[in-house]
């Protein structure tokens, strides 16, 4: 069966509505403006500052009033209390599952964190497998993780699609994997970079009806 290998922070969920919505939560207990939401969401660059960085730039920003036990709470968590599975990615997967495709999650991050997403979300019930970085030992755009994503899978890479939204950490990786590769562009223009995804979909959705049509990819064809 055809392996389809799919990003899950701002793929199959939205991680930054997710991490938004913690922010504000944690902006309000501590009495703090919520005109800081967007200071705090350009901080956190949907995930890629590293934690320690935030936290450092928290506690200069608010010193005493918050705590670190405060902080880091907010960043273990990273929105995984709020993440909610769309309708839209929950029929992509669906239609993949019928369409004969393997579907599991390739993602950077905490095991904690990541698969406290994977449950909440109920991906779990749905997904095939998943691989974190934190576990596999590799990060993407590392080839080596696509290739423990396939082994999680009982699958070879051969013929397998990756979909996500980071140039660099999802197409870049699955184009240094040999995979063809589904980039979610959310309206946003194709970075100059050297390579280029295989293609381009506005949405999940967009992206798996293209891959179901098209189907598994040959070695020739990447």
Known sequence: ????????????????????????????DHGLPAADTGWLMRLDASGYTPRADI????????????????????LNRG???????????????????????????????TAAQQEAKLRISGLDR???????????GHRKPDPA????????????????????DS?????GGATAAGISSG??????????LPYRPTHIAVDITAAVDHILNTGPASLSSR
Do not use: K
């Open 1 to 28: 069966m055809p392996l389809l290998l799919l990003d899950l922070d701002n793929t199959l969920i939205d991680r930054d509505g997710a991490f938004r919505a913690a922010v504000t939560e944690f902006l309000q």
């Open 55 to 74: 936290a450092r730039a928290i506690s200069r920003r608010y010193g005493p009033a918050v705590s670190q036990h405060s902080i880091s709470a907010l």
């Open 79 to 109: 929105g995984a209390d709020h993440v909610v599975l769309g309708e839209a990615a929950r029929h992509a997967l669906h239609a993949a599952a019928a369409g004969g495709w393997i579907a599991v999650a390739v993602t950077n991050g």
């Open 126 to 136: 749905i997904l095939h497998g998943w691989v974190i970085s934190e576990t596999a």
């Open 145 to 164: 993780i696509f290739a423990a994503a396939a082994e999680t899978a009982g699958c070879s890479l051969n013929g397998a699609w990756m979909i996500g």
């Open 167 to 171: 140039p660099q950490a999802d197409i």
């Open 183 to 192: 980039w979610i562009s959310a309206g946003r223009p194709w970075p100059a």
